[in-house]
């Protein structure tokens, strides 16, 4: 929402490789995305919509036209598709919503079936004449375990509608399965799926303190091989800016909010540390300035993509038929940080018991401190400087099982970092503060299967870059005339598999926003803005042959431009359909740490 008053700016401060390699497999283009058109004010991404396998699809719709008014949960059900047997290739989510002009906040989203997330995502604003509709997608391959049997799910998207916020928010979402066939064979999909959710019909838990965990006690099979767990955690309320937080210390001085900027997220398996996340600065469609994300919303606003944490290496620990916690906490959460996430698990179809142990884990006992350095200061009324905040952790955890096809043996080493460097600029005619923020995971993992030994090593890199800058500009009384806003911010990632030196699978995606508004004011309301822009750009490819790039530019609210091709031959986008080209995850095909 727009900063109207100094209180507010105060809390501102919101198998399948086998088929490549001995059979024909076609080129397809990505699902046809909604068309562009130029001159529109309608909701405008350069995302990629989920690449499709070739074949008939079957569509199971989980509900139609809901509307959201007050908080209340939408619950709904769900039968496997008839006609679709029991093999697919792959499992597609397709959602659809809509809000009505008028006035309303980013309200989140969120979708689940059998307690566990299939959606997460917040909504865009709508303005007194606009009212945008949207569309997302969502691989969702990896629930088929979930999906072979009937369940019941809801939809929680809670909203307010009265007098003053007139906005109906409505949606609809199926889901379509693609059977398998020769050219798409069936997806590896994970054998179990566990939900870390808010109760049996699913829900984000909300976590005010660094303390807080969301934990859930289970017992897992005893046969499992691979396990992985795929985490959200969306900044709310106090948490929503929480890239603009200094440390308590400096709050009143840089007249900013407190807490400090280092978020990340802690994993951990009967009290002992497992894993860790890095916290995407999502910004909602009401942040900082609503009108620089007008058409286009920021990076990943619509719809959130998780992290996956490996838990390969405790494989041996979970499967020995005793009841583990697997808890999920968020490193300086200060009220609050709404989390769920999903554990999947790969069994071993020929042993019912296996043994194994986990034999380093360096990560226990790595507290997440950061370090601070503080450069503010202060003099005849003028506040000048920066405070920088770093931190920085290298671990290796690896363990194995034995199992009906010899040993497994799984190693991850990673280094995670984070830095946020904010500059201040304060006297009475004006304030500016301006972010520096990146945060790095750098992993490497190696697989060792089988009585030949074999290695596969896969690499990950991702950075979660934010350039953010904000401020006022005071009249002699001290009211606000005008308030600059600029973002930039980014979502990388590259990925590499390995067979000594030969690379089986590569791949790179690239997605990031260029934006900036200036609000004018007077007597303390917004009566105008100038310089509206942006220019939204995503990339993706691998070394089979995919690539996509499209770029979409508005100005004053519309669509200028939107163009496809960049950075791909014959300025052509060409998806596999077994692809990921949004950057989620896939250790189902593509990123399965097996030798095909």
């Known amino acids: 929402m727009a900063i109207t008053n100094e209180a507010v700016r105060k809390g501102l401060q ?63 059900t769900y039968a496997p598709p008839v006609g679709c047997g029991k093999s697919w290739s792959k499992v597609v989510l397709e ?88 050219l798409a064979p069936k997806v590896d999909a994970p054998d179990a799926v566990f939900p870390l959710s808010d109760g049996t019909a699913g829900g984000t838990v909300a976590l005010n303190t660094g303390n807080d965990v969301l934990s859930r006690t289970l017992t897992l099979p005893t046969n499992v091989e691979r396990a992985y767990l795929d985490v959200f955690a969306q900044g709310q309320g106090g948490d929503e800016f929480w890239y603009s937080c200094v440390p308590d210390a400096q709050a009143d001085e840089a007249q900013s909010c407190g807490g400090g900027s280092y978020r990340e997220v802690q994993v951990s398996i009967d009290g002992q540390q497992a894993g860790v996340a890095p916290v995407y600065p999502w910004i909602f469609t009401g942040g900082i300035d609503p009108y620089m994300w007008r058409p286009t919303p920021g990076v990943q606003t619509l719809n959130f993509l998780p992290y996956r944490v490996d838990l390969t290496p405790f494989a ?46 360096t990560l226990q006992g790595q507290a997440p401190v950061a370090s601070i350095d503080n450069q503010l200061t202060e003099a005849a009324g003028v506040v000048s400087g920066s405070i920088a905040t770093r931190a920085s952790r290298s671990f290796r955890v690896a363990g194995y099982v034995d199992t009906s096809r010899g040993r497994i043996a799984t190693d991850v080493n990673q280094t995670v970092t984070f830095r946020n460097t904010q500059s201040f600029a304060i006297d009475p005619a004006h304030y500016q503060q301006g972010i520096d923020q990146l945060a790095t995971v750098d992993s490497t993992t190696k697989a060792r299967q089988g009585p030949l030994g074999f290695t ?111 950075g791909c031959p014959q300025s052509r986008n060409r998806l596999l359909w077994f692809t990921h080209p949004d950057g989620s995850p896939d250790t189902s095909r593509t990123e399965d740490p097996g030798i095909f």
């Open 14 to 76: 919101a198998g399948l490789f086998g088929c490549v390699m001995t059979c024909s497999v076609p080129v397809v283009q990505a699902a046809t995305a909604p068309g562009f058109d130029v001159g529109s004010a309608n909701v405008a991404v350069a995302d990629p919509s989920v690449p499709r396998p070739p074949g008939k699809a079957c569509t199971v719709e989980l509900f139609n036209g809901f509307t959201f008014r007050d908080f209340s949960n939408h619950p709904y």
């Open 456 to 566: 596969v090593t896969t690499e990950a890199h991702f950075d979660y870059p934010l350039l953010a800058s904000f401020g006022y500009t005071f009249d002699t009384a001290g009211n606000i005339v005008t308030a600059p806003s600029a973002v930039t911010q980014g979502f990388s990632r590259q990925f590499s598999k390995k067979l000594g030196n030969l690379v089986i699978y590569r791949s790179d995606v690239d997605n990031s926003i260029d934006t900036a508004d200036t609000l004018a004011f007077t007597n303390g309301a917004v009566t105008g803005h100038s310089g509206r822009r942006s220019t939204q750009q995503f990339r993706a490819s691998d070394n089979l042959g995919s690539c996509y790039g499209r770029d979409v530019t508005t100005a004053m609210g519309v669509l200028t431009a939107a163009t496809d091709g960049g």
């Open 316 to 361: 041996a620990l979970l499967n020995d038929g005793k009841p583990h916690a697997l808890a999920i906490g968020v490193t300086g959460a200060n009220g609050n940080f709404s989390v769920t996430g999903n554990l999947f698990v790969y069994l071993d179809r020929g042993r019912k018991v296996l043994t194994g142990a986990v034999t380093t884990n």
């Open 95 to 182: 959602a659809d919503f809509s809000v009505t002009a008028g006035r309303q906040f980013d309200r989140t989203a969120s979708l689940w079936l059998a307690g566990a997330n299939i959606y997460f995502g917040t909504t865009q604003e709508p303005s007194a004449t606009v009212s945008p509709s949207w569309h997302v997608e969502r691989d969702v391959s990896d629930f088929a375990s979930v999906l072979g049997q009937p369940q019941t799910g809801q939809a929680i998207l809670g909203n307010i509608v009265d007098g003053t916020y007139t906005g109906i928010i409505s949606g609809s979402a199926r889901l379509v399965f693609y059977p398998a066939n020769v």
